[in-house]
């Protein structure tokens, strides 16, 4: 295969996931936070909740549908783009995304006309349920995808089939629970929750230092920091619980975040900084944090975490039990399986490794055909890019911690400060609306990027999985998402300015006159009760 087919479909791929992620994170939160304001407003029925609800909701919306439109055609790609990994392991990635299209994105296309257009069809008690509906549905969407992103991760319950040449579920209880998989889905969900909560604080920030829709924005701030502050601590819990499964099942991605060459004695230290230099194998100007690598990945003082070198040796090791995997598959398939008890044997002691023989494919037709030099090279490339994962993890982490001091700061503001907020505090949530996406599309980067060279972790290479196509058709395509996804995002910051401009528009009169009641309440002074025509 062509490389520069392989990388183009790479760049592809990655371009439409990372336009796509720019509007996951968003959706997923601020469906939450949507439902929990429009739950409180069927709690209290009072009128500033529902407006709330709706424009937060509005926003929602035009987040939602630019989402769904960048993300059909990702399911799309794989057909197109990566049609022998769709043969190779479509029987098990197939199901998930099957799963998600039938129930979740049903459930959301089916509920979201309703929230939207049942204000006045449906009693407050049903629409908030519906409005539940949406939010449960944006979020089991992210968690089937994930099942199926996280057996990319870590492929269990599946076996190989060597007459069908394709991989076979053998438990589609293990590729739910895959613990890999629920992890990145509860990290993942966190992430977007906290995206949600630092829009809603940067949006309802710039409202009060403009002094407009003050009773919004306040509550808003409330709502979004307490929501955030809950979480940032998620995403950091959860994040530690990631990388304690990765310790055990993508063992070159760890140490390709720590960057760390050469195994440690055990509990190995965690590198708050330094430069990777990857031809060296060396990491230049480290500093170290004693003990705190060795506690994160392994949760103990004894246990170690192995270091790039070592697994390169291991990896040798792999290929050449792949080799004999893949002789003894050839044997096989050219006897339809009416092979002896011992080549049977042999092949399903070595199977595991076969994905490993594939990666010599790069420099030879028939891996049993390789040279030693060829074995190494193989190996070598086991390694993915050291310098993009190291700095791609920091920088998400210390966005992370960051996260938590905001969240901490406003939740303290709004509930032992009379929500009397600073305007340095409300101009700085202003300037960092954008941060949570770049800690999304870090971790996303981090996560895909780290577990190159495979499609599927060990067990089927990039570079055997796409299709075959010719270097323009992906130059042609490729320059057409790009300019397709160009115009939609700025069709998507174009709709979320003017709105966000406009401001709450629904509702008006109904909020100002309970407010002005409200105040007089409080003042001990009383008004006529008006209601705003239908």
């Known amino acids: 295969m062509d490389i520069g087919i392989v990388d183009l479909s790479r760049l592809q791929f990655a371009m439409t996931v990372m336009y796509h992620f720019l509007f996951v994170p968003l959706t997923l939160g601020l469906s939450i936070i949507v439902a929990i304001m429009e739950t409180v407003y069927v709690m209290t029925n ?17 987040n939602f549908v630019l989402g769904v439109a960048t993300g059909i ?20 990635f197939g199901a998930p995304l099957a799963i998600e299209g039938l129930m979740a994105f049903f459930m959301e296309a089916t509920f979201v006309g309703l929230m939207f257009f049942g204000w006045d069809k449906l009693s407050p008690v049903k629409h908030m349920v519906v409005t539940w509906l949406v939010a449960l549905g944006s979020n089991f969407s992210a968690l089937w995808i994930l099942i199926a992103n ?50 809603v604080m ?35 819990v959860l994040g530690d619980e990631s990388g304690y499964e990765t310790t055990h099942n993508q063992k070159m991605k760890l140490a390709a975040m720590e960057a760390m060459w050469n195994t440690e004695p055990a509990p190995a230290s965690f590198t708050l900084f330094g430069i990777p230099d990857q031809q060296a194998r060396e990491t230049k100007y480290a500093v170290h944090i004693p003990w705190a690598m060795g506690l994160i990945g392994t949760r103990s003082l004894t246990g170690q975490i192995e270091g790039i070198n070592q697994l390169v040796k291991g990896s040798e090791e792999r290929i050449k039990r792949g080799i004999i995997a893949y002789d003894d598959l050839l044997k096989i398939r050219e006897a339809k399986g009416d092979v002896s008890p011992e080549v049977k044997a042999q092949f399903n002691e070595n199977v595991g490794d076969l994905g490993y023989a594939y990666l010599l494919m790069r420099y030879v037709d028939d891996p049993r055909n390789a040279t030693p030099a060829q074995i190494q090279q193989a190996a070598n490339d086991t390694v993915p890019t050291v310098w993009p994962i190291f700095w791609s993890f920091r920088i998400m982490v210390a966005l992370g911690f960051s996260f938590i001091a905001v969240m901490a700061y406003f939740f303290f503001v709004s509930n032992w400060r009379g929500m009397q907020y600073p305007r340095w505090a409300l101009r700085a949530a202003v300037w960092i609306i954008p941060t949570p996406w770049i800690a999304a599309e870090l971790g996303w980067f ?57 401001g709450p528009y629904q509702d008006v009169e109904l909020t100002q006159d309970w407010q002005q009641r409200h105040e007089d309440r409080l003042s001990g002074r009383s008004s006529p009760v008006t209601m705003p025509a239908e």
């Open 446 to 502: 981090t996560a895909e990027f780290g577990r190159q060279p495979w499609t599927v972790d060990g067990v089927l290479p990039t570079a055997l999985s796409v299709s075959h196509l010719s270097v323009g058709d992906l130059l042609v395509t490729l320059a057409g998402f790009i300019a397709l996804y160009t115009v939609l995002f700025i069709i998507e910051m174009g709709l979320m300015v003017k709105f966000i401009k406009k």
């Open 202 to 236: 940067g949006v309802s920030s710039w409202y009060m230092l403009k002094g407009r829709h003050f009773e919004l924005a306040r509550r808003s701030i409330a709502v979004a920091a307490a929501f955030g502050l809950a979480s940032a601590l998620s995403v950091v």
């Open 73 to 92: 055609t990702m399911e799309f790609q794989f057909g197109m783009n990566w049609s022998y990994y769709s043969h190779y392991v479509g029987d098990i």
């Open 150 to 199: 996280g057996w990319m991760q870590n492929p269990v319950g599946a076996a190989f089939n060597p007459l069908t040449m394709r991989m076979e579920m053998t438990s589609f209880f293990d590729v739910v629970f895959n613990p890999v998989a629920q992890a990145k889905f509860v990290h993942t969900v966190s992430a977007g929750y906290v995206t949600a909560a630092v829009f």
């Open 46 to 62: 009072r009128p500033i909740w529902r407006q709330m609800t709706k424009f937060w909701g509005t926003l929602f919306g035009i």
